[in-house]
């Protein structure tokens, strides 16, 4: 039986509406469950509680002088919430990753003589990190496009369904606008599909946004609708990235 190896430089790395794929050289994602002693008095044995999933990130890349990464780790410094894409195999319309909100937790600037100039930033989570699902990835997009549908599960009651919209570039001109939407349904083919999350429609700008809703939602399959409308030549470059987890 033959294994299929995924080269760690096909990873992308998208926080909030910016791609940083080709500004960092590595990343590692740590999850850790905390244990808690309850010992009571005269217990045969120790006993614990497993606490709350903490994760941790660490993103290498390198100092951008110009602006670009260094200026959005600055930025970010002061920021919290910032929403973490690590998608290992890219992100792909199918291709799974992990999404997290995240506060900056450090950010050293490593500078051996006559080497390039690091810039490592430690993303520490503050909610749990989510299996996700790319559900469209579009560059260049100039009309209403249906992405294709994936099994992403069912989602029960005590858990949330969570999508992110990510416009990472805005080119052309005009009066255009994207209305992008997350749909399931019970079945691949889609004959009843039901909106279960809804973007603010976007306009001229760059944006990032996330959108949940509380389960339980018995439909299996999702997809990602971008609804294009006005007149004139705007494109946008789209990722629209779906997950389940619990509340």
């Known amino acids: 039986m033959s294994t299929t190896i995924v080269h760690a430089k096909a990873a992308d790395i998208l926080l909030d509406e910016f791609d ?15 244990l808690a002693d309850v010992t009571a008095f005269l217990d045969t044995d120790a006993t614990f509680v497993e606490g ?14 110009t602006g670009g990464y260094d200026a959005e780790m600055f930025t970010d410094l002061t920021a919290t919430s910032r929403r973490l894409g690590i998608w290992p195999d890219t992100a792909a319309a199918g291709k799974r990753g992990w999404e997290g909100s995240t506060i900056v937790g450090r950010q050293p600037r490593v500078a051996p003589v006559a080497d390039a100039v690091a810039l490592n930033v430690d993303w520490i989570g503050d909610s749990p990190i989510m299996a996700a699902w790319s559900l469209m990835n579009a560059n ?13 599960g069912a ?27 997350i749909q399931s349904d019970d079945a691949e083919g889609f004959v009843s599909p039901t909106t279960r999350l809804t973007f603010t ?7 990032f946004e996330m959108q949940s809703a509380a389960g339980a939602v018995a439909d299996t399959w999702w997809r990602a609708v971008a609804t294009y409308a006005g007149a004139g030549s ?14």
């Open 52 to 65: 709350k999933a903490g994760w941790r990130a660490t993103v290498n890349g390198l100092w951008d002088g």
């Open 155 to 181: 989602a029960a009651a005590g858990e949330t369904i969570v999508g992110v919209l990510r416009i990472t570039e805005v080119g052309g001109a005009g009066a255009n606008t994207l209305d992008v939407t």
């Open 234 to 247: 705007r494109t946008y470059d789209v990722v629209v990235t779906f997950g389940i987890r619990s509340t």
């Open 140 to 152: 260049n997009l100039n009309s209403t496009t249906t992405g294709t549908a994936y099994n992403a």
């Open 201 to 207: 429609q976007v306009g001229t700008v760059v944006t």
């Open 20 to 34: 940083f794929s080709g500004l960092t050289n590595e990343v590692e994602l740590a999850v850790n469950n905390g």
